[in-house]
């Protein structure tokens, strides 16, 4: 007979090669068809909640490696707290307001400016749609679950009402005013830019020395001095109204050839070096407060320029002596204030010069450098031109520098509430721990927030105007707006008079003749998103504020974490999140930002076309996200070879599971070998590693623990040796049962704990696993620990006994490099452990020589009676040697008892008893 037909060899269609680009699509398919997300929540119902708010991505564009890693991430917390006893709803949302989506039209061809605002703004919706909806599919062949077709968008009716309100709440409390002040400005936007729409890079600027004569020395100069500014903004100088001087600073007259000149002595040193000054003589020094209030001249202009004290003047560079220009900087701003200058600001939207610049009118700012350093140069005032490289603000959209100009805008002040900001950082959870500290000194740093926008896609801010000039933001006209906008939209603001959007009979003491004007400017949209805890969390009803957890990149401590806890502390007095989480950049695999420039950009379609999602989610696992992480083919097919071993796993289970029916034939763990039960607590050490690194965020110890258990612990030890039993034996063996049990719960428990990371090819195994009823892994919930009777001590034994068992199969390579053997089967080996060894392996049951796959094992005396040729080593003496007798044809082993059985010649009596108990009728 053929005895191979005998064997009972692995038998399963769960296909060995993955291939997850064609069979995640049909995996996904079918989550559809069940609505699988909707089964979750049923399933999870009454649970308490846990509530993953997401941050919204930008409806413009293809997704990114950033938004992958970002959403995926989500999705293994959600996917695990819905499998660990929460109800785990995730809704996501988009960002669709601002520039970007103007822009976008505009490159397409759109002629803005031949159509009304309304107009434009619903091609603005449109557009913003078209986006979500494309990128709504490359998230959901990422496989995150959510709730996709219901996501909150910023541009929805209900949630523009809800942030009209909370900008309604915060002008009820005082945070809400409008003022003229510097703000970040950009030219090529024509608008003002919040702090988190800046970046820096370098830029040449001129830098120039610049003399003010004295023009009332106050009876402490005596009036033939001259104060030396330092600027790097020359177009600047128009709008000079004073100098600022550190009150307790040393200042000191020097006397240069014919001139007399007034600089901070610390500085006296690197001003001699740069203007290049020859022996200058001190006359006098004085305090910087004692020169309070003398008056300069303008050097171009003539007019007064007023000598005050500031504490935020430095000695870092410069003279000691700031040029002050109360329209263009906040100290400027600051200082000037206090000592009651006017705030000119001779710059228009365009960044072009205005008629308060004489002689520079209709200059673009950068272009009037030149000619106001000539200027500066005709007049005597320049003592000296240079240029420097330095960081500069630019525009992270158009990528041009920015300027401080100061204008009409609405601002939230964060002054007003900074040490309830700053307890509500320190009351929440941070991951990392220094993201407390970083959105600490932002919050305690940050100067008032401005709010307004110079744009047409956004929401409108709320304001009406009276015919005095009075602004109107009231309780009955804000609740107005905010329903109005819920029932029409806010496109309405754009289509409707200011009289048709008030309350009707509405009446205001300063506007006599019910004339009213609306306010033309929107909102920063970080103002939007940041009101998502309010228009998402308590809008709506499966979910709740605060939220359990925030998830974004690193960039969000200047953007939606710092919004968001701004309007919510503002509206409530609470952070909106018990939690922040943030993650890193990704990069190439050189570490260097990816850039079109450079031609490394890695794109998620392209990875999930070629490998796959599951691979793509499995390498964000293996990252430490919480830092910038790399990623590049040959990162990826690493990956790729982790996943295929696991893969491999779960095959080898499923094929031996064949004709395994838990129901009927699984043991109870008392009744199993010793190495069974070990196995079996090797797996609940996995299960609590997992799960304690699911409840840590730690997801790389995920991977390397799955990654070793499937390599170490089950393919290199246990699947390889109980290939002999599950093979050979009869079906119904009592030992091959034991290991088949012991496969199930490892099978199933294995299954659930990779689901949030693998969860197309989790489904995929699971409609494979004998005996479950669930029709998804996804409906499950995390396996427990199995309870093994005498745990520590199974384990200690046993990992003692596979440190022994390395030695061992050391010895047999060693033999196999020497030509001594061929196959470990075919050798015979005696040890002669260490005392410790010899008592561990006499009280092994279980047969020696499966556990070391060698065809006879013996065991002599102790490592100290071990002969000359013996192989030394730690735990044990090894002498291998050629197995005596014939191969069995049927298990491989070599034994003299070949040839003893007469009806099967060829076996050993093993598998002859076997074949003719099973196999002979």
């Known amino acids: 007979m053929d005895y191979k037909e005998t064997l009972l060899m692995p038998q399963t269609e769960f296909p060995m090669r993955g291939n997850l680009p064609k069979r995640e699509p049909d995996v996904q398919t079918k989550w559809a068809e069940m609505d699988i997300y909707k089964k979750v929540q049923e399933r999870t119902a009454g649970r308490p909640l846990f509530v993953l708010h997401d941050g919204p991505p930008y409806a413009n564009g293809d997704i990114h490696m950033g938004h992958a890693l970002n959403k995926v991430l989500k999705d293994f917390i959600v996917r695990y707290k819905s499998m660990n006893g929460y109800c785990a709803p995730y809704v996501p949302g988009w960002d669709t307001h601002g520039l970007p989506i103007e822009q976008a039209l505009t490159n397409k061809g759109v002629k803005r400016k031949e159509m009304t605002v309304a107009e434009f703004r619903k091609l603005c ?67 003002a830019l919040a702090e988190a729409e800046i970046e820096y890079k370098d830029k040449k600027s001129p830098s120039i020395y610049v003399a003010f004569a004295v023009r009332d020395g106050k009876g402490v100069l005596e009036g033939d001095e001259k104060f030396i500014i330092w600027t790097t903004t020359p177009w600047t100088i128009p709008a000079n109204l004073g100098i600022s001087l550190h009150p307790d600073l040393e200042y000191s007259v020097v006397a240069v050839e014919d001139e007399k000149y007034v600089v901070a002595s610390a500085l006296l040193e690197s001003v001699t070096n740069t203007i290049g000054w020859e022996n200058p003589q001190v006359v006098k020094t004085v305090k910087g407060i004692e020169l309070e209030n003398i008056i300069a001249v303008h050097p171009l202009y003539g007019r007064d320029s007023l000598v005050m004290v500031g504490e935020h003047v430095t000695t870092d560079a410069g003279t000691g002596c700031v040029h002050t220009a109360p329209g263009h900087g906040e100290d400027d701003f600051i200082v000037g204030q206090k000592y009651g200058l006017e705030v000119l600001c001779p710059v228009d939207d365009k960044g072009c010069m205005t008629k308060d610049a004489p002689g520079f009118e209709g200059l673009f700012y950068d272009e009037a450098n030149k000619p106001i350093v000539e200027k500066l140069k005709e007049a005597g005032a320049l003592l000296k031109m240079g240029f420097i490289t330095h960081s500069y603000p630019h525009d992270w959209r158009t990528k041009k520098p920015i300027i401080f100009r100061a204008t009409a805008q609405w601002f939230a002040s964060i002054e007003a509430f900074r040490n309830e900001l700053l307890e509500a950082v320190q009351e929440t959870k941070w991951v990392p721990a220094w993201g407390e500290t970083r959105l600490f000194n932002m919050v305690r740093d940050r100067g008032d927030w401005c709010i307004s926008r110079q744009r047409a896609w956004g929401v409108p801010i709320p304001v009406f105007y009276a015919e005095n000039g009075d602004s109107i933001i009231t309780d009955e006209t804000i609740d107005h707006v905010a329903a109005s906008f819920r029932e029409h939209g806010s496109n309405i603001w754009f289509e409707r008079e200011a009289k048709d959007l008030l309350p009707e009979g509405f009446t205001h003491p300063g506007s006599p003749n019910g004339v009213f004007r609306k306010e033309t400017d929107i909102m920063d949209v970080w103002f939007d998103s940041g009101s998502s805890h309010q228009a998402v969390l308590e809008e709506r009803d499966d979910l709740q504020r605060p939220a359990d957890l925030y998830l974004e990149g690193s960039d969000q401590y200047r953007g939606w974490f710092n919004s968001s806890l701004s309007t919510a502390v503002a509206v409530t007095g609470k952070a909106p999140y018990k939690g922040v ?93 010793e190495v069974d039960q070990y196995m079996l607590v090797k797996l609940n050490d996995l299960i609590r590693k997992v799960k304690d690194s699911y409840e840590a965020y730690e997801f790389a110890g995920i991977y390397h623990a799955v990654n070793n258990f499937c390599t170490i612990d089950l393919s290199a030890f246990y699947l390889d040796f109980t290939k002999d039993i599950l093979y050979i034996e009869a079906a119904d063996n009592r030992d091959r049962r034991a290991i088949q049990t012991v496969m199930y719960e490892t099978l199933a428990a294995l299954t659930k704990l990779v689901a949030p990371i693998l969860p197309h090819t989790a489904d995929e195994v699971w409609g494979y696993v004998p005996g479950v009823t669930e029709e998804s892994a996804q409906l499950t919930d995390m396996p427990e620990v199995t309870e093994v009777p005498n745990a520590a001590d199974l384990k200690q034994k046993w990992d003692a006994f596979l440190q022994l068992r390395d030695d061992v199969l050391k010895a047999l390579e060693l033999a196999r490099n020497e030509k001594v053997i061929g196959k470990s089967l075919n050798a015979a080996i005696t040890l002669y452990p260490t005392a410790d060894m010899k008592v561990l392996l006499d009280s092994v049951k279980e047969d020696l020589k499966q556990l070391f796959i060698v065809s006879a094992v013996d065991v002599a005396g102790t490592m100290e009676a071990a002969p000359a040729e013996a192989q030394k080593y730690e735990y044990t003496a090894v002498v291998v040697r050629k197995a005596e007798g014939e191969t069995c044809e049927r298990c491989w082993i070599v034994t003299p008892e070949v040839g003893q059985d007469s009806e099967h010649p060829t076996l050993c009596l093993r598998c002859a008893t076997v074949v003719k108990e099973n196999y002979v009728k």
């Open 581 to 673: 989480l943030s993650h890193g950049f990704v990069l190439d695999g050189e570490g260097h930002k990816m850039s079109k420039s450079l031609g490394n950009i890695v794109v998620p379609q392209k990875i999930m076309d070629q490998l796959g999602a599951d691979i793509l989610r499995l390498w964000v696992a293996s990252v430490d996200y919480q830092s910038d992480v790399r990623i590049s083919d040959a990162i990826l097919k690493q990956v790729a070879e982790v996943y295929r071993k696991i893969r491999n796993t779960f095959r080898f289970l499923l094929g031996n599971l064949a004709g395994f029916d838990p129901a009927l034939h699984a043991m109870p763990v008392a009744e199993l070998r």
């Open 125 to 191: 919706e449109e557009y913003a749609y078209e986006q979500i909806g494309r990128q709504r599919e490359q998230f959901l062949r990422l496989g995150v679950r959510g709730d996709w077709w219901n996501p909150y968008i910023t541009l929805k009716p209900e949630y523009e009402s809800q942030q009209i309100k909370v900008f309604g709440d915060m002008a009820k409390k005082g945070y809400i005013y409008k003022g003229l002040k510097p703000v970040y400005w950009s030219p090529t936007s024509e608008s």
